[in-house]
């Protein structure tokens, strides 16, 4: 009796073997490039005295974002990722220190980035993780608004940029993520919702 037991049960794993095999294939699969698109809001944290200079400076902080971006993931567990991030357009308004010379305008953030991705596959859910260099910019548009006057402004700066997300990949070859993505340097939050098309 046990000598069939062991043939019944060596039987039923060889006949599992191919069930497992074609999981683990399936679990383990993914297309080493991809490019996605997506679109959220962006927050910049910064005083607007800080920020501008300006006397009783108002700031409004909110903005839309968006994101264009490519990858390739050479493991399942790692991918190299570049990025256009369009951090938003803040607009401002204030007084030049001692003068009664009100100013308003707005701020243009963007930034090109390339990421280092970590990622941890779940079928066809990730989360992943990003640490990366991003060159970023900050435009201003100033109007004086007692005088006929304006000027425009850059900023580069270079500094950390790192975020986490998830994705779900609902049909092959297409999955949605969502992202909290922060630029260290100019000080913008970025909440993202998008998707991705691995080729």
């Known amino acids: 009796m046990k000598s069939i037991r062991n043939v019944l049960l060596a039987a039923a794993v060889l006949a599992a073997l191919p069930a497992m095999a074609q999981y683990r294939s399936s679990s383990m699969s993914y297309s080493p490039f991809y490019f996605g698109v997506g679109a959220g809001q962006g927050n910049l944290n910064r005083d607007a005295g800080d920020l501008t200079g300006l006397t009783n400076g108002i700031l409004d ?16 567990y790692m991918a190299l990722e570049l990025g256009y991030y369009d951090l938003g357009k803040y607009t401002f308004s204030g007084t030049v220190p001692a003068t009664t010379v009100r100013i308003n305008g707005e701020i243009k953030a963007k930034a090109y980035a390339i990421s280092f991705v970590g990622i941890l596959p779940m079928n066809q859910f990730d989360l992943y993780g990003r640490i990366g260099y991003a060159n970023s910019e900050l435009k201003a548009n100033v109007h004086a608004t007692t005088v006929l006057a304006s000027l425009d402004e850059k900023d580069h700066q270079g500094g950390a940029t790192y975020g986490v997300g998830g994705r779900w990949e609902f049909v092959p070859h297409w999955a949605l993520f969502g992202e909290w993505m922060k630029n260290d340097k100019i000080k913008v939050d970025s909440y993202l919702v998008g998707i991705d098309f691995k080729f």
């Open 61 to 76: 902080d909110s903005a839309t974002t968006y994101t264009i971006r490519g990858g390739w993931r050479f493991s399942p």
